[in-house]
Each structure stands twice: as structure tokens, then as C-alpha cells.
């Protein structure tokens, strides 16, 4: 195995045949504990949802509360869903970053063409959304709308900021839309 290959991430209990007396310390066990250990780290990460119910008939109403990040945190995925596409126009969420003092860092996606977004066509549970780790997109039924899967301005948000979810466009008669990020402590 050479010295920049990555361990796999497995959860592999270590048996006593494994370290037992007179065992040689070997690459299997080496690699078996690696992986291990890389599966706690791929697991420790958390979800921060916005959800907003109903029909949304104005962006500047559906401001959502702030969401504290405890500890210094990367974003490794985002989606967007909707219950209820709408009928013409399209949907978009972005959250505002706040700084301790509470001053604006930055729009998470800023707009324009980094927005998140899906358009009205009468289509129902609808979802797109970005792994950042691989750089893929993903969706679901999204046959017959426009997407845009944005860009991320800020990858890495420093602990005591705060996210403020808010809808920054929306379809007509658009019903039940979620946005979630996945997000990992450093």
C-alpha cells in the first residue's frame, strides 16, 4: 500500500485473532483499524433543516429563525425539495451568514447565477442537491422543470456563526419547501 492511498471507510471490530500474542503488527490489521477510524470521521456530521410549510405567497415573510453553528464546520452537501412545484416562476433558498456580532459575511449562495433553484411546473416532490466531497449533482423527478444547482460561496463556517434561512424567489403556488445542509465539525 503506498503512502497517499486512501482506506476505505469500514466498521470492522478488531478481534483477538487480530492482536493476540505473537502476533506480527500486520498491514490487514493496520488497515482494518484505519478504516475504522475513517468511518467515525465519515459519520460525524449533522443536518441543518429549514422547512417551510404551507404556501408560500411572499419571500420577505418566510425569513426563517437563526441556526447557531457550535463548532467550526465544514458543508459537505445541500438539497433543495419541494412538495409542490408551483405553476410558473421559480423557487430559490439562501441563508444569510451572520457573524458573532451579528453582521453579514455573506449569502451563502449570493444569487443570480449561484442560486439554488427549482422552476413551477406542476411537479410534485421534487429534489436537487450537490455533494461538495465529490462535486456531483443529484435530483429526483425533475422531468419538465429548470434547475440550478448553485455555487457555494463558503464552504467552512467558523464556530458562533449563524445561519438565516430565507426564500429569495418563489413559484406561483409553490407548497412545502425544505432545504437541508450536511454539515461536519472539524
Known amino acids: ?20 500474542a505473537n502476533r ?10 484505519g478504516g475504522s477510524i475513517n468511518s467515525l470521521i465519515d459519520s460525524s456530521f449533522y ?5 417551510w410549510q404551507g404556501y408560500v405567497s411572499n419571500a420577505s415573510l ?28 421559480v423557487t430559490a433558498v439562501d441563508f444569510e451568514v451572520r457573524n458573532t456580532a451579528g453582521a453579514l459575511v455573506t449569502n ?18 421534487v429534489l436537487i442537491g450537490k455533494d ?7 435530483n429526483s423527478n ?10 457555494i460561496a463558503l464552504t467552512t463556517i467558523n464556530a458562533g456563526y449563524v445561519l438565516c434561512p430565507k426564500i429569495t424567489s418563489f ?8 432545504f437541508r445542509l450536511k454539515v461536519r465539525e472539524q
Open 62 to 89: 418566510f425569513n426563517l429563525a437563526p441556526i447557531r453553528i457550535r463548532k467550526i464546520s465544514d458543508i459537505i452537501e445541500y438539497e433543495l425539495g419541494i412538495a409542490s412545484t408551483g405553476s410558473a416562476g
Open 132 to 138: 461538495l466531497e465529490t462535486a456531483t449533482n443529484f
Open 108 to 125: 451563502l449562495f449570493g444569487g443570480g447565477a449561484n442560486d439554488v433553484y427549482i422552476s413551477g411546473n406542476s411537479g410534485s416532490f
Open 142 to 151: 425533475i422531468g419538465g422543470h429548470t434547475v440550478q444547482y448553485g455555487n
Open 1 to 20: 500500500m503506498a503512502a497517499g492511498d486512501n482506506i476505505v471507510s469500514a466498521k470492522q471490530k478488531i478481534l483477538e485473532g487480530d492482536v493476540g
Open 171 to 178: 413559484a406561483t403556488g409553490v407548497l412545502g419547501v425544505s
Open 24 to 33: 506480527a503488527n500486520s498491514e490487514a490489521v493496520n488497515t482494518k483499524i
Open 47 to 51: 443536518t441543518i433543516e429549514a422547512t
